[in-house]
């Protein structure tokens, strides 16, 4: 079992910054892409930022210039660095990674349980 926890949400003024992050655990072999998502309230998940095992990254273009994703291998963890925050931001902000068990099983996509963000003055 992967276990994705993710902390550093919150309340922060328009112009602010947060940094998100999102530690796996359990039985991990491999990690693939991890990926931010999120969802606000009457709105379909999307995609806000993604990085590769390779480390290549990719973004949506709102997030662009604001947002940066990152990861540490050795923790297993991906952060998500979110400046110049905009109300439009507000959202609630999930973690997702592609994760192998064991050698030779394809990976599987788990999440984590969410952390709210609001932008708000």
């Known amino acids: 079992q992967v276990q994705l926890v993710e902390s550093g949400g919150g309340l922060v003024q328009p112009g602010g910054s947060l940094r998100l992050s999102c530690a796996a655990s359990?039985?991990?072999?491999?990690?693939?892409?991890m990926n931010w998502y999120r969802q606000a309230p009457g709105n379909q998940r999307e995609l806000v930022a993604q990085?590769?095992?390779?480390?290549?990254?990719i973004y949506v273009d709102s997030v662009k210039g604001r947002f940066t994703i990152s990861r540490d291998n050795a923790k297993n963890t991906v952060y998500l660095q979110m400046n110049s925050l905009k109300p439009e931001d507000t959202a609630v902000y999930y973690c997702?990674?592609?994760?192998?068990?064991?050698?030779?099983?394809?990976?599987?996509?788990?999440w984590g349980q969410g952390t709210q963000v609001i932008v708000s003055s």
């Open positions: 359990g039985s991990i072999f491999s990690i693939g892409a």
């Open positions: 990085v590769t095992s390779g480390d290549i990254t």
């Open positions: 997702n990674a592609d994760v192998s068990t064991r050698w030779g099983t394809p990976r599987s996509s788990y």
